[in-house]
């Protein structure tokens, strides 16, 4: 589904990603773990085209994707929600899913937005109200909806638990699940091992800009050197 090969990524003399390859198969989940400044969120954002590489390429279906706009990877079946959870503040919940809606073809925007909606009911009682007046856990749920309504085929999600309470992540681990078996690929970016691997089916762990462990989920875990590449010895942790 796609495929990542040798890619580097520099921020003036800084080199943020240093070779990295790695497969993301279809219809599963991919977790890429590692501590701060690993290269994770670098990572995403090249691969969505926000980053341009200095050198390396990125497949998608088999075609070579690695410069594209940023528009046309939507288009191509690309969603990328970065950290952060930014929604447009000013407008209503139902005004930043219309601009999600925007690049819907050939089918029903209304449905497709009720269909979000259903999806997150909480958004769905305050479709009204201003997206200042979400709290964190609504804000991610309305950035992941909005991402959906592109109907990617993958869905690169960045820190989706990162500062929610544990009620709220469990609640963001269902919809993650939910979107996987509905088909979406997902590529997930996560600090939290735990929740990482608990939702993927294949791991790949990064430091300092490079692939240090890939495999499945269980042999990420289960690695001898899982504890010292990410917290330097350390067992591993939920943060």
Excluded: C, W
């Excluded at 088999?62 to 959870?85: K, N, S």
């Excluded at 991610?140 to 990162?162: F, I, T, W």
């Amino acid at each position: 589904m796609l495929e990542v090969r040798d890619l580097v990524a520099t921020y003036g003399p800084v080199t943020a990603l240093d070779g990295v390859s790695l497969t993301v198969p279809a219809g599963q989940i991919t977790a890429v773990l590692g501590a701060n400044g690993a290269g994770k969120t670098t990572l995403l954002r090249t691969v969505s085209g926000l980053v341009r590489p200095k050198a390396g390429s990125v497949h998608l279906e088999g075609q070579d994707i690695t410069r594209v706009a940023v528009e046309q990877m939507v288009r191509r079946g690309m969603a990328h929600v970065p950290e952060g959870r930014g929604v447009i503040a000013e407008l209503t919940i139902e005004e930043n899913l219309r601009l999600g809606a925007l690049v819907v073809k050939g089918g029903d925007q209304e449905a497709e937005i009720e269909g979000i909606y259903k999806t997150f009911p909480p958004l769905d009682e305050r479709r009204k109200r201003s997206a200042h007046t979400l709290s964190g856990g609504e804000r991610q749920m309305l950035v992941v909806g909005r991402a959906l309504l592109s109907r990617p085929k993958v869905l690169l999600l960045d820190e989706p638990s990162l500062g929610l309470a544990p009620r709220i992540v469990a609640q963001i681990k269902d919809i993650v699940v939910q979107i996987n078996e509905r088909g979406t690929t997902v590529l997930l970016v996560e600090q939290n091992v735990r929740l990482g691997l608990g939702l993927a089916t294949h791991g790949v762990v990064m430091e300092g800009g490079k692939v240090r462990l890939t495999g499945t989920a269980a042999e990420v875990k289960d690695h001898p050197e899982m504890a010292s590449l990410y917290l330097g010895g350390s067992a591993p942790a939920t943060k």
